[in-house]
């Protein structure tokens, strides 16, 4: 069933996974040595585990768009440049750029199918406390840089007894980092601008993307990360 997922005992809450914004130091003012020393260690961690998910989802064949000829591939190691997830990272840029045009045009239905759980509270609570006597404009300017995937983690959720129909019994998370320029501008009902000169503004951040394999529904970006928490990442419900 395209875009709607029909009930599921499989389709039970899952926690945000270990994903980890990779740093080669401590954000900490009052960093010490080993704090930057666990930071790098974290890094290393996230490589390492980075790697072993890629393989797990190239061994499903569940990369979007893309079929993996071999297992044995340097691209296990390249989560953030592999030509293994460029059809994905344009999927996430479309979905982010769709999301904050809904945000600003108080869609709720797309918000709905484009989010999910506490990254959906969130962006519901914004969209209730928008003043309905105004407009608001969102313009995307581009990429400062490329979105890249930076964190990528993949588990069998699927456990039937026989294999899905459709996809893989993977349930994949991935981290992806938005490099962007962006501006915000607010109109009254009849037109006049009340605020936001429409000059870019330099914004970055951490969306978690979400997709059981096993259906045939859209990427959803379920959380948030910061990189001001020296890779500790948040649970949802």
Not at 114 to 141: G, M
Request: with cysteine; net charge positive.
């Amino acid at each position: 069933m395209e875009g709607k997922a029909p009930f599921d005992v499989w389709a039970h809450p899952v926690e945000t996974f270990d994903l980890h914004i990779p740093t080669w130091r401590s954000p900490r003012k009052d960093a010490s040595i080993l704090d930057h020393c666990r930071a790098i260690w974290s890094t290393q961690a996230n490589w390492f585990r980075n790697a072993i998910n890629m393989r797990t989802i190239a061994s499903k064949q569940s990369f979007p768009g893309v079929r993996v000829k071999s297992l044995w591939s340097r691209d296990l190691f390249r989560v953030q440049s592999t030509p293994w997830l460029a059809p994905f990272r344009e999927i996430a840029l479309v979905s982010y750029k769709q999301l904050n045009q809904a945000l600003a045009a108080g869609d709720d239905k797309t918000i709905k199918k484009l989010s999910a759980v506490s990254y959906q509270d969130h962006l519901l609570k914004v969209l209730r406390t928008q003043d309905l006597t105004k407009k608001y404009a969102w313009t995307f300017h581009g990429e400062k840089e490329p979105c890249k995937v930076v964190s990528i983690r993949a588990f069998p959720a699927h456990m039937g007894k026989e294999d899905p129909t459709f996809g893989s019994r993977l349930l994949i998370q991935a981290l992806v980092r938005f490099d962007t320029l962006q501006s915000l501008q607010v109109y009254s009902r009849k037109g006049t601008l009340l605020a936001g000169d429409g000059k870019p503004k330099h914004v970055v951040e951490y969306l978690v993307f979400q997709k059981r394999m096993w259906y045939d529904t859209p990427w959803v970006i379920r959380d948030q990360l910061f990189d001001s928490l020296e890779g500790k990442y948040k649970m949802s419900n």
